[in-house]
Nanobody
Framework: QVQLVESGGGLVQAGGSLRLSCAVS????????VAWFRRPPGKEREFVEA????????RYADSVKGRFTISRDNAKNTVYLQMNTLKPEDTAVYYC??????????????WGQGTQVTVSS
């Protein structure tokens, strides 16, 4: 079993920055690909960014290109999402998810409980 706990969400003004963290425990963290998803109010969950198990490859949604950066520290069992130049449309509950092979398949087995990000205009 893998447990994921997100932190770092909050209220920020448009143009500001936040860094989300996802602490992973329970299995060998370095075997798992990790991704961030978000669910805006009243909308479906959507993909944000993903990073492979070694941290050598990343992919992102067009909506966050150039603004958000995913990274991981395998020594700390943690994945980060640095969010810059935030916009009101980035308001959502942000979730991290993990899976072996998730980076290629797009399918993730383990999910955190989510952290709220609210961007005011």
């Amino acid at each position: 079993q893998v447990q994921l706990v997100e932190s770092g969400g909050g209220l920020v003004q448009a143009g500001g920055s936040l860094r989300l963290s996802c602490a992973v425990s329970g299995r060998t963290f370095s075997n798992y690909d990790v991704a961030w998803f978000r669910r805006p109010p009243g909308k479906e969950r959507e993909f944000v960014e993903a990073i492979n198990s070694s941290g050598s490859r990343t992919r992102y949604a067009d909506s966050v290109k150039g603004r958000f950066t995913i990274s991981r520290d395998n020594a700390k069992n943690t994945v980060y999402l640095q969010m810059n130049t935030l916009k009101p449309e980035d308001t959502a509950v942000y979730y991290c998810a993990a899976a072996v092979g998730g980076y290629l398949s797009g399918s993730y087995d383990y999910w955190g409980q989510g952290t709220q990000v609210t961007v005011s205009s």
